[in-house]
């Protein structure tokens, strides 16, 4: 057996000079250029600097967002960016940092969205010219047309005493952010803050947050394209689902597709419905789903109220380990799910097929969790209208972080979560170099993604830049 050698010992001190960590946290502040959200946060913000002196507020907001797409928690740790000026260029103090996020109020904070969604129309362009455009969603192993929309809750805990923090209906306290997000590239298209005991099935906040994703949509694929709206049973409330219907009148395409709470009349129709009319359900891959099958109860369960054409199809299987039971799925020895959609039969409209697009709305899960970890997780203020500033600026946050994983890489890393990408690329640590009247940041040869790294920037420096 070979003996494992012992590490070298090494010296430690702290003046070392041209070292830069967290240098492929540039290739964030480049994106963020070259999609013209800089700009547009600049435009946005002009009135907040009456006299153009000081650091320009757009600037400001942009490095925020940087440095939450880094996996920076708090206002203070803007501190790797400034503290590096040598690549990142001059970069505000936290207090003046802190004096932007409280002076942008509910004005400056819709010019902050429209901002974003000119950026990502930016982006969305340079995806078609560059590549094949925006991924397409996938379910049951088909590609979903047009884009999917995915609008889910969740609590975000506080340890303090902040403006509008509530108990939540789990017995914590804190906010409750409704949140939604693009299941085609993981974005981030809107989000609100909201106390911790707001309601989840708010219809309300609910068409409030997906006009704002609506909003954010490129007009090209707004109008003209299938829009897939999917939640939770909190989702489907009556005006919520009037609205979507609502929306084909303004020209845009949108459908939907929704959880249902396990009514009475919902258990009489599953135990009246026969067996041969289950069939067996999907995976992911298309391939059939071990113990689980679906079947289709629409007419035989009251849906007046609801848009017309609504199907309401029910999944049942065996519970896995330590799943919650009712008593009626303790009754019938199978757990139930049910849920809404207006998608008609013609067009591959199966039960089986729905299910399983359903079920992808799970992946909202994923995409809230990555959230926590760029942003939304830890709110800094006990001002409700600070941390309004930034969840918006945490939503951006995650969305360079999806047109990164677009425009600049592919294989593993095109799919990577963040905790993954940061490590493996804005982590990095690099030398900075004057020579030929350049700066040069080079990353160490040993690093096993610096061809990746180097590869992204490259494709950076090659992306069209929008006009003007």
């Not at 990164?404 to 993954?420: C, F, Q, S, Y």
Request: proline share 5%; charged share 20%; aromatic share 6%.
């Amino acid at each position: 057996m070979q003996a494992i050698g012992l590490r070298p010992k090494v010296h430690v001190s702290a003046d070392g000079s041209g070292v830069v960590g967290h240098a492929g946290a540039r290739l964030l502040a480049d994106l963020a250029d070259a999609t013209g959200l800089s700009a547009a946060y600049s435009a946005a913000l002009r009135p907040l600097r009456p006299r153009g002196t000081g650091h320009d507020p757009g600037r400001v907001a942009t490095d925020l967002a940087v440095m939450l797409a880094d996996g920076g928690e708090a206002i203070a740790d803007l501190s790797v960016l400034r503290d590096q000026a040598g690549v990142f260029g001059p970069v505000a103090s936290t207090p003046t940092a802190w004096r932007l996020l409280a002076d942008t109020d509910e004005a400056a904070l819709a010019s902050l969205r429209a901002a974003r969604g000119s950026a990502r129309e930016v982006a969305w362009m340079q995806a078609a010219e560059t590549g094949e455009g925006i991924p397409v969603a996938r379910a049951g192993g088909r590609e979903l047309p047009g884009l999917v929309l995915d609008l889910d809750a969740t609590l975000v805990t506080c340890h303090s005493e902040k403006e509008q923090a509530a108990p939540t209906y789990k017995g914590g306290f804190g906010f409750h952010p409704l949140l939604c997000f693009l299941a085609n590239t993981g974005e981030a298209v809107s989000g609100r803050l909201r106390p911790g005991n707001s309601g989840a099935n708010t219809a309300a906040d609910h068409i409030t947050v997906l006009d704002q994703a609506l909003a954010q949509i490129p007009d090209a694929h707004r109008h003209g394209t299938d829009i897939l709206i999917r939640a939770g049973s909190a989702g489907s409330a009556k005006a919520f689902l009037a609205h979507i219907r609502d929306l084909r009148k303004r020209g845009i395409r949108t459908f939907f597709s929704v959880g249902y709470a396990i009514t009475e009349p919902v258990r009489r129709a599953v135990r009246a419905m026969p067996d041969r009319l289950w069939h067996p359900a999907l995976d992911q891959d298309g391939t059939l789903r071990d113990g689980a099958e679906v079947a289709e109860v629409t007419g035989m369960v009251d849906l007046d109220g609801y848009p017309t054409g609504t199907r309401i199809i029910v999944r049942r299987e065996r519970p896995h380990p330590g799943a919650q039971l009712s008593l009626f799925h303790q009754d019938e020895g199978l757990r139930h799910q049910v849920f809404l959609t207006d998608t008609p039969y013609s067009g591959g409209g199966s039960a089986q097929f729905l299910e399983v697009r359903h079920r992808g709305h799970a992946t909202v899960e994923d995409h809230i969790r990555c959230g926590k970890t760029t942003g939304f997780g830890r709110f800094p203020s006990r001002d409700f209208a600070v941390n309004a500033v930034w969840l918006e600026l945490s939503l951006a946050a995650i969305d360079l972080l999806a047109w990164t994983r677009v425009l600049l890489l592919d294989g593993e890393l095109a799919n990577a979560e963040p905790k993954k990408l940061r490590y493996r690329l804005p982590h990095v640590a690099a030398r900075l170099t004057r020579g030929g009247r350049r700066l040069r940041l080079r990353i160490s040869a040993t690093w096993p993604w610096r061809n990746e790294l180097a590869t992204a920037f490259h494709r950076l420096a090659a992306l069209p830049r929008p006009a003007g």
